[in-house]
């Protein structure tokens, strides 16, 4: 049996406990794996595999029966939020596909454990690549952060404007963008993402995301748009150009986040060239 992958009618017979559905939401268009397979290819979720965390689970690097190579992200059982991320993130990112969005393989529900299993990307996120220590790190040409961006732009433009219904991600940041092997970008992590039907203008609701990438009107009001995430695409973009995070308060010796410190910086300079055009003129 390769890939860990069961037809229908095995599953019923082999696997009886795994359920086809959790809160009334069909899993048949998901690919399932044991829980017994995913431990097999994450040698048993061995520390030396680990290779992220986030706020409801650990994600691991396996190796399927047939070679394949997985990031296997097992989320936390005792999180009600972990569950409603881990069906978040079915119902979005199963349903498509695009070079620029990571790929959803399948999962395990086998209580009590929530397993999503994803492509395995060799280069780590771009929070790391740009960010991490000397050891992690990831020297970066200007070639390579220019097609980051338009990587992700065109991830971006594929989720507000092709996938149907569309989708508003809501956490773009440095660590949910993927590299492959040639640094093309994967927009991951679809766990707060929210469908946007075309007929509506905004969605009220809960505030989620990331402090230092949410757009002012989302984070004040709870009116949530694409635009949110055009927004929070502008601060990763002064993040891949500066190199450095948008939580950093230490700019040029002020105490300023970086999106502050930018913003400083137009001002004085927008104030310094009108300052240069009136001694040309006097």
Known sequence: MSCGCFRASTLKRSQPHIPHEIDGYPLENVVHFSEKDLRLATDNYHPSKKIGRGGFGTVYQGTLKDGRQVAVKSLSAASKQGVREFLTE??????????????LIGCCVQEPNRTLVYEFVENNNLDRALLGNRSTNIKLGWEKRSNICTGTARGLAFLHGE?????????????????????????GDFGLAKLFPEDITHISTRIAGTTGYLAPEYAMGGQLTMK??????????????SGQSSARTNWGGSN???????RFQLLVSKYFHKYLRGLATS
């Open 90 to 103: 079915i119902k979005t990112i199963s349903l498509v596909k695009h070079p620029n969005l990571v790929e």
């Open 163 to 187: 996938a149907v219904p569309h989708i508003v991600h809501r956490d773009i940041k440095a660590s949910n963008i993927l590299l492959d092997r040639d640094f093309n970008p994967k927009i």
């Open 228 to 241: 949110a995430d055009v927004y929070s695409f502008g601060v990763l973009i002064l993040e891949v150009i």
């Open 256 to 262: 300023k986040f970086l999106l502050e410190w930018v």
